[in-house]
């Protein structure tokens, strides 16, 4: 403990000469003032600059057991001595500064006693004679504090064993995912996904705690760092307590995630003792006079101010005199609209009782703060008021904060819009508000169409400024009964009362989607940017906001996949978009919950008929829809973000099962990993997959990398870099499915690449297809030259294959050869080395279950096909088109490119016409057969149909008719291959 006076030694200067007035001078010129620290309820000594206590007030005996004439002395016989060197008095300090300390005092008793310490200098005529110094016995806070250390050790060793809340907030969703512990925190009982609106969270802070909430969460976005705040909450039973939160942002560009993540911790107990502390040492404190807030005393009796502080005057910036003088009426500048407020306020204080108000004001200058009043009486034995103290504080940033609280819980942060939880409020109003003069109104999703892939080349910014633009131009659009707002990451979701039929709809549409006609001008950039629309109806289409949002959100999703810019909702949602629809909701359940997993094919060496190599392919095992193949979820994964996560699974999955294969003594192959472009320009790709490799105990060359071409013109340069890295790793590099992107084959000199894989719809009748036959020769001979490999995807035949044998392709992948197989049956496939070619490929026999006659079509019928149930429930779904292959009175056998469910619970429904006679007929699935580009199903149909016989016997004349080679006459047949016809359905969506 630094000694007391220890700095204070007489000292001259060339700017100040101090002077050593006599005792009676002092005596004399501070009668005055030690008659006013007579009473005063701390000791007050006066020591001159000799180190000499010339003067002790009453309270010395009370607290220190002398009387005010034995205390008198050297200084240092009653306050501690420390061990330090003895420091010379400096004039200088005593003038600029006062000065606040712990030290110890000696009792009468000879005991020890805590003190507190506050010392000023005192002055005659600008001449120092000394300084007073003004004790307070602080035994009971030091205990206090003992208390406290001892508080926070057991709070420390409670956190170490658990019970901290933790959370995630995405900036992007505006949704906050809880653990177990925050609702024990707070009181509440969980929900089924651990998720809150931000706005529901806040509702939980105390109100006058949420803006220093919201200020915390704001800087650590803004600032990118570690932010610490305390606040209350209010249980349910309007219990508070405090908490303490730590949060940290995190951004990752590459999947477009934003998220604030932090720790929630019960610090109530903390509080209530610090509070105690506090209390004690805000006693200490109130005598030095640099308190941060505007102080004042009101005497009763003599109706006027007694003291104030200089800080109104920075508060309000008026002359604190004024007050004094009578002239200045508080109450004529506050906001005409809050004066009762403020007369509520005093007359509260009229009762006795303290008051605490929040009211706007008019500055000097004419600038409007808002301040928080309080007003404490000072109460005679009596119970009168002899006195009242106020202290005023600005908390005009505090109600800017609030503004912003608002901003946050109902705003898209860069459009301004309003968000979605502020929509779904408004959707809610505009079913309240219906009436039978405007019962109807309109719902409209707006995409902005190939948003990924503008992030992916241009980055956030620029995204940020188009969305921003965006809203502009759709704020246009709003009035009294239009509500514009934005959704999601890319999308914006306009109400429109004015609207009372499918005509006008689509008028609205078109206006909104004018809004995407002109560019956008973005720093250099002029960027052409188009959008899709969904609609949905009140209350043809829901009667909730919930079926409202999830109708126009599938008229969106078949709007895209139909190439049509607008699209109304209509309860005939086909199979295929409702499969869609079901995969999109579901997928970021099926990765917590291990749905997914990692099917094989291998790469052939056609001279040798050796594995030389697989390809790892992702598959969806859903429990509704069976096996999904990558095709139908790898472009949601990479439309919501989870594709980052995708490829991070299948690569830690293969590196595993090599691991294994490896314990195992099996031979392994090479294994390639697809790698999307959104996660190949990940920030340190190269050190991640090789950190990877590392961590399972592998060599580089166990995997291989297969790239699209679409990844070539995200960032060529960085690509470049990426694989010329990865190859110097001794990674093999692979380009997939060549020519269907935008690569040339003059630059395939320039691509660090050490395989080229040829996409299969070139080698699809190439034994008919010249064209294709040419340009497959020219792949394969101009890598030859540069040192490429070159592999032949989807090769199903012979004849394909004596046409690549003899362009000299050396390496094979296709059904021909394998399909994709699980990871038992390529282990099993590994250990003998090699696939034994087949001259022919022999089609899966197919089980004869059907008892009644089966009908061979000459070629397959035009049929539709719709899932009826699912689980026993019905459904409202339009057709598909199908091609039926079969037909007898059990069951029929018909093909399509969605994948459908062997399962006795989905019941679907299949519609035909047979020489101008329409069928449908209930059925289910029994048989799923995979060919390379489409499913073959077999179906059994339901008992006791009314039409059952009626088919029979159209069958039978069906059948005559075929055995005698005469057409089947108003029969819609497919002119063209079952492939080919089923590419069209896929394409066009019906």
Not at 418 to 444: V, Y
Not at 466 to 473: F, P, T, V
Request: aromatic share 10%; with cysteine; proline share 3%.
């Amino acid at each position: 403990m630094k000694n007391l006076f220890s700095n204070y030694r007489t000292k001259t200067t060339k700017s100040t000469q101090v002077q050593n007035p006599t005792r009676a001078v002092i005596e004399q010129e501070s009668n005055e003032l030690h008659n006013m620290f007579a009473h005063y309820p701390d000791t007050v000594v006066f020591i001159n600059i000799k180190g000499d206590i010339l003067y002790a007030n009453e309270a010395a005996s009370m607290h220190f057991g002398y009387k005010p004439d034995e205390i008198k002395g050297n200084y240092r016989n009653f306050i501690q001595r420390t061990e330090k060197k003895k420091q010379k008095f400096h004039i200088e300090d005593v003038i600029s500064r006062s000065s606040n300390l712990d030290t110890k005092c000696k009792h009468k008793n000879g005991k020890w006693v805590d003190v507190n310490a506050t010392i000023f200098p005192y002055k005659n005529d600008q001449t120092i004679i000394g300084v007073y110094a003004i004790i307070r016995d602080i035994t009971r806070q030091k205990k206090m504090d003992q208390k406290m250390a001892k508080l926070e050790k057991m709070l420390e060793v409670s956190q170490q064993s658990g019970g901290i809340g933790s959370w995630e907030y995405s900036l992007t969703t505006n949704e906050i995912i809880w653990s177990n512990q925050m609702y024990e925190l707070f009181g509440l009982v969980k929900t089924t996904n651990n998720t809150l609106k931000i706005e529901d969270f806040i509702g939980l802070v105390h109100v006058d705690d949420r803006s220093q909430m919201v200020k915390a969460f704001s800087e650590s976005a803004i600032r990118n760092g570690t932010k610490e705040v305390r606040y209350r909450i209010v249980l349910p039973d309007g219990m508070i307590r405090y908490v303490q939160e730590r949060s940290s942002y995190f951004e990752d560009p590459q999947n477009k995630k934003k998220i604030i993540i932090g720790t929630t911790l019960d610090i109530t107990d903390r509080i209530q003792a610090e509070t105690v502390a506090k209390i004690h040492k805000e006693e200490s404190t109130q005598l030095c006079l640099h308190l941060n807030v505007a102080m004042w005393t009101y005497e009763i009796a003599e109706k006027r101010f007694i003291s104030y502080s200089d800080r109104i005057f920075n508060i309000t910036g008026y002359d604190p005199n004024r007050f004094v003088s009578g002239e200045f009426d508080w109450a004529d500048y506050v906001h005409k609209d809050d004066r009762d407020i403020y007369e509520k306020h005093k007359e509260v204080i009229e009762g006795g009782h303290s008051s605490e108000q929040q009211y706007r004001f008019i500055r000097e200058d004419g600038k409007l703060i808002w301040l928080r009043d309080q007003m404490i009486p000072v109460l005679n034995e009596d119970r009168s008021i002899k006195k009242i103290v106020g202290v005023i504080t600005d908390i005009t940033e505090n109600q800017m904060l609030q503004d912003q609280v608002e901003n946050l819980a109902y705003f898209d942060r860069v459009t301004m819009l309003p968000n979605r939880s502020s929509l779904e409020s408004a959707i809610d109003r505009f079913i309240d508000e219906s009436s039978p003069a405007q019962p109807i109104f309109g719902l409209f999703q707006l995409e902005i169409n190939r948003f990924t892939s503008i992030v992916e080349t241009l980055g956030n910014r620029v995204c940020d400024d188009l969305l921003s633009q965006a809203a502009e131009r759709l704020r246009a659009l709003g009035h009294v009964n239009v509500f514009v707002s934005k959704y999601g990451e890319k999308s914006f979701i306009l109400l429109n009362r004015d609207i009372s039929s499918v005509e006008q709809s689509k008028e609205f549409a078109e206006q909104m989607l004018e809004c995407f006609t002109n560019a956008f001008k973005i720093d250099e950039y002029e960027l052409f940017s188009s959008a899709t629309i969904g609609a949905s109806t009140y209350p043809m289409d829901g009667e909730t906001k919930e079926e409202l949002l999830r109708n126009a959100q599938i008229a969106l999703s078949r709007g895209k996949d139909g190439g049509q810019s607008f699209q109304i909702f209509t309860n005939n949602l086909n199979a295929a978009a409702y499969k869609a629809y079901t995969l999109e909701q579901d997928m970021r359940k099926a990765l917590q919950d291990k749905e997914f997993e990692v099917y094989y094919q291998p790469r052939i060496d056609i001279k040798t008929n050796q594995i030389v190599g697989a390809e790892a392919l992702i598959r969806w095992q859903h429990p509704l829809w069976g096996t999904v193949a990558p095709s139908e979820f790898i472009p949601i994964a990479e439309e919501t973000g989870l594709i980052m996560e995708l490829g991070d699974w299948v690569l830690h999955t293969v590196c595993r099962q090599i691991q294994q294969w490896k314990n195992e003594r099996i031979s392994i192959v090479p294994i390639a990993i697809n790698v999307s472009p959104q996660r190949f320009l990940r920030s340190n790709f190269t050190g991640y997959i090789l950190k990877t490799l590392a961590s399972y105990n592998l060599k580089p060359s166990s995997i291989e990398i297969e790239i699209t071409e679409s990844s070539l013109i995200t960032d060529i340069d960085s690509v470049l870099v990426i694989l010329q890295d990865l190859r110097k790793a001794g990674i093999r590099i692979a380009l997939d499915d060549f020519g269907t992107g935008y690569s040339s084959l003059t630059h395939l000199k320039d691509l660090p690449v050490d395989f080229l894989k040829i996409d299969q719809s070139f080698i699809q009748d190439i034994e008919t297809d010249e064209k294709k036959a040419v340009i497959t020769n020219s792949i394969i001979q101009i890598c030859k030259q540069i040192d490429i490999e070159v592999v032949a995807e989807g090769v199903e035949t012979t004849d394909q294959l004596d046409v690549l044998v003899h362009q000299k392709c050396r390496y094979i992948q296709g059904y021909l050869f394998c399909k994709p197989i699980p990871e038992n049956e390529f282990k099993e496939l590994m250990s003998f080395g090699f696939v034994q070619l087949q001259k022919t490929r022999i089609a899966p026999k197919r089980d004869e279950k059907r008892s009644f006659y089966r009908l061979i079509f000459p070629k397959p019928l035009i049929a539709n096909m719709s899932i009826d149930q699912i689980k026993g429930k019905k459904t409202s779904m339009g057709g598909l088109r199908v091609v039926l292959e079969d037909l007898s009175a059990g069951g029929l056998r018909f093909s399509a490119t969605l994948h459908l469910p062997v399962r006795d619970d989905v019941i679907i429904s299949c519609k035909w016409t047979i020489l101008n006679q329409t069928f449908t007929m209930l059925g289910r699935i029994v048989r799923s057969t995979e060919e390379s580009t489409y499913y073959s199903y077999g179906v059994e149909f339901l008992p006791g149909q009314p039409e059952n016989e009626n088919l029979i016997k159209w069958i039978n004349k069906a059948t005559l008719l075929v055995r005698n080679e005469q057409p089947l006459i108003n029969t819609p047949m497919i002119d063209s291959s079952i492939h080919q016809f089923l590419k069209e359905v896929k394409v066009s969506g019906t």
